[in-house]
């Protein structure tokens, strides 16, 4: 028995054969891109800081944001996910180290404690809440609270709140990513100066 095909079925084989291999093409072509925050160079240090040493204990992002993607702006003030685009870690793990990367580039050596050591007993706490980050055309914003808490004693915890900006000449995901490190930056000069008017138990 011979098996035979017609002309227009053998057309339409190669016809789904080369799509299917346009797609493989397609993704090969658009390799997942890593991006991580890079710690701000300080404007200035504070090296006559003598208060308690300090640690980042939390971080918290925006539910938007809390994602492995990295997102975009779209027209109209909409947010795009790019599965190629992505952070080194969740978004919220990569601030965090950052941040306390910022602060030992702005305090004295020993005054702060990453994240993943012992914290010791007289250490200030600090946990961090980023309420909103906006990108644009011309600007990236971000706004964030954050709670100073001493070991325990005659001193108060102490909350604060800024909305920090920086401006921006593009809006892809490298701009994304610098965007974040400058207003991290600008956010570890606050928590600092906070830092610095606690006394050392």
């Not at 200030?124 to 309420?131: M, P, Q, R, Y």
């Not at 809006?171 to 606690?198: H, Y």
């Amino acid at each position: 028995m011979t098996n035979s095909r017609s002309p227009s079925a053998v057309a339409c084989i190669a016809a789904v054969v080369g799509i299917a291999a346009l797609a493989l093409c397609a993704c090969h072509s658009a390799p997942t891109r890593i991006y991580d925050i890079n710690p701000a160079p300080p404007l200035t240090r504070m090296d006559n800081y003598q208060s308690p040493p300090i640690r980042i204990d939390t971080v918290d992002v925006p539910p938007g944001w809390d994602r492995i993607e990295i997102l975009t702006p779209k027209a109209g003030g909409e947010l795009k996910i790019d599965d190629f685009d992505r952070w080194s870690a969740p978004l919220a793990q990569v601030i965090r180290q950052v941040l306390s990367a910022d602060l030992a580039a702005r305090l004295p050596s020993g005054a702060v404690i990453y994240p993943h050591l012992p914290k010791p007993g007289s250490a200030l706490g600090v946990n961090v809440d980023i309420l909103d980050f906006v990108i644009g055309s011309a600007q990236s914003s971000m706004s964030a609270s954050w709670v100073i808490t001493p070991a325990a004693g005659p001193q108060a915890a102490r909350r604060n709140v800024a909305t920090l900006n920086n401006p921006v000449a593009a809006t892809d995901a490298a701009a994304v990513a610098r965007a974040w490190s400058e207003l991290i930056g600008q956010l570890a000069d606050r928590i600092a100066a906070d830092a610095a008017s606690f006394k050392v138990p």
